[in-house]
């Protein structure tokens, strides 16, 4: 006859009625005497697997603690590397708005400034001379708009020069109000607006790409 199986304790030990015998004996129980003494072995038995639980849920909690730290860093680090991302093109798109925008008015301001100053095409005929005041002959192209103020300001031109032999100025139709090209025996000078618009415009974005580089 097999042994008379009471109940199994949570760590595999067993109490059992022994053959032929009304003694209760427990494996992992060196002599269990009394009910009071299993119930005490199973309370105890039941604590250990209490604190061992607790302790299993606490490694747990700190690892899927851990693991979502690592997670939302890692989410955090993405989105801070896409939001950059986003900011250095909403600059770029905003240098590329801007730089026309500012050109446009800039060319509204020397456009208002001539209108009401004319003799404003005497300083810059005056500024685009200064780098060949040694040169001797002169002929200086400029708008229809502004033959008549250079001719009565041509006493002031002259004064630029060390020993002018020639000094011509005539108009031409492909040079807008407030440009000139002047030509001299070792070269001609393009100061007319829209090349000095177009160079204006590329120092604008070399300097916007310098910046970009250095964001």
């Known amino acids: 006859m097999s042994d008379k199986k009471y109940f199994s304790m949570i760590y595999g030990s067993t109490i059992k009625q022994a053959p032929n015998s009304k003694v209760v004996p427990a494996d992992s129980i060196a002599k269990i005497l009394s009910a009071q003494e299993v119930l005490e072995a199973i309370k105890a038995d039941a604590e250990r697997y209490r604190k061992e639980v607790i302790a299993e849920c606490e490694t747990l909690k700190v690892q899927a603690e851990q693991e979502g730290f690592a997670e939302g860093y890692k989410q955090w680090t993405a989105q801070l590397a896409k939001m950059e991302e986003e900011i250095a093109k909403i600059r770029e798109e ?3 708005m801007v730089i026309p925008i500012a050109l446009k008015a800039a060319k509204r301001i ?10 404003a095409i ?9 780098s060949v005041a040694q040169h ?3 002929v200086i192209y400029v708008s229809r708009q502004d033959l008549e103020t250079l001719e009565h300001g041509k006493g002031k031109i002259k004064d630029i020069f060390e020993s002018l032999e020639s000094l011509s100025i005539r108009d031409r139709d492909d040079i807008e109000q407030g440009g000139c090209i002047i030509e001299t025996e070792g070269g ?3 100061a007319r607006l829209q090349d000095r618009w177009r160079n204006l415009e590329a120092a604008f974005e070399s300097l916007s790409e310098t910046i970009r580089k250095g964001a």
Not at 110 to 117: D, G, N, R
Not at 122 to 130: G, P, Q, T
């Open 94 to 96: 905003m240098q590329k």
């Open 110 to 119: 020397v456009s208002s400034e001539l209108a009401l100053s004319p003799q």
């Open 122 to 130: 005497l300083d810059i005929v005056a500024s685009a001379l200064k």
């Open 136 to 138: 001797k002959r002169i």
């Open 188 to 190: 001609i000078i393009n």
